[in-house]
């Protein structure tokens, strides 16, 4: 595997770690994991997958009544998410960055 592969593939693990860890009802180990996977996923330039990591970071945030971090994950994604031209998803992860208590 060469470095450049490696640089892509490796956070798009770390963000499926995250995932499961999250299923398994293991929220900070899973916040962790995703947090690590997004930052390298905007160094790589990896838009697609980043927006829906951060979108699943807000939504753990939010269940470990990190309001704040929640709110500022789901704008990101919003963000992400425009760039990339799913006005939807960016839509919905506004009001979501918006509704949050």
Known sequence: MTPSVAAIIRPIALARVGDCLGLLGRRAEAIVKLTEAISLMEQVQLPVP???????????????????????????????????????????????????P
């Not at 704008?75 to 960055?97: F, K, P």
């Open 50 to 100: 980043q927006a829906r990591s951060l979108e699943t970071l807000a939504v753990l945030l939010a269940e470990e009544e990190r309001t704040a971090q929640s709110r500022r994950a789901y704008a990101r994604a919003s963000e992400v998410y425009e760039t990339i031209g799913d006005a939807e998803a960016s839509s919905r992860c506004r009001n979501l960055a918006i509704a949050a």
